[in-house]
């Protein structure tokens, strides 16, 4: 099946910073999503982005289908922004309808 | 107000003993989807729904049952046979379309129901 890396596992930042977190995918995708996983453990919907960019406020999504990778650009983080952030695929090449799911980035935003 | 609920919020369960989780749409999605997450892990699918009578097992079916006999609802059992401790299930929905752009089913995750065995 298809496989989702994300980099990095574990990323620590100042309350203002910018960052950049990667997803890599190993083949053709039809679907592609970022999450936001709270506390609580809710996951929210950031962005569904197979292909192009996105911009929502201080997040922005790249997604470069040809060459098989995802970015998501987070600018002036705030403290809110922590949490634990998926990128989810589902491969264009048929099988199970579901969404096939990355380790994820952990982020942690300090004041 | 519309959304995706799950039930209850937390679960306990004794070794040897079933247990059914509930997931509820009002969104009119045509789709279903159980997720398990294990501590620290991504989410890995159970099963998913296309469309009411009928589910297909997802990447770890083994140990759990479903059933779809509503659009809105698609209720998860947790067999005796799952062996787990803990874990957190997830349940999604989505619209399929299809169309000159392709294929969308964007996905909505409810707030989950986290499980432990004693």
């Known amino acids: 099946g298809i496989q989702v890396e994300q980099s990095p596992p574990d990323l620590i930042l100042q309350e203002g910073a910018n960052s950049t977190l990667r997803c890599n995918f190993s083949?053709?995708?039809?679907?592609l999503q970022w999450f936001h996983q709270n506390p609580w453990g809710q996951l929210i919907n950031l962005f569904y982005i197979p292909s192009g960019t996105k911009q929502n406020g201080r997040l922005s999504a790249t997604t470069v289908a040809t060459e098989r990778y995802s970015l998501l650009y987070i600018s002036s983080s705030q403290t809110t922004d922590s949490g634990v952030y998926f990128c989810?695929?589902?491969?264009?090449?048929?099988?199970?309808?579901?969404?096939?799911f990355g380790k994820g980035t952990h982020l942690i935003i300090q004041p | 107000d519309g959304g995706i609920t799950q039930s209850p919020k937390y679960l306990f369960r004794k070794e040897g003993q079933n247990v059914t989780l509930s997931c509820e749409q009002n969104?009119?999605?045509?789709?279903m989807y159980w997720y398990r997450q294990d501590p620290g892990q991504g989410l890995r699918l159970i099963y998913y729904s296309q469309i009411v009578n009928d589910f297909q097992k997802g990447d770890i079916a083994e140990g759990y049952s479903v059933s779809r006999e509503k659009k809105e609802s698609f209720p998860l059992t947790v067999t005796s046979a799952q062996k787990k401790p803990t874990a957190f299930y997830l349940c999604?929905?989505?619209?399929?379309?299809?169309?000159?752009?392709?294929?969308?089913?964007?996905?909505?995750f409810g707030p989950g129901t986290r499980l432990t065995v004693l």
């Open positions: 999604a929905s989505s619209i399929i379309l299809s169309g000159g752009q392709g294929r969308y089913n964007e996905q909505f």
């Open positions: 083949d053709s995708v039809n679907n």
């Open positions: 969104l009119n999605h045509d789709a």
């Open positions: 989810a695929v589902r491969g264009s090449g048929g099988g199970a309808d579901g969404l096939t």
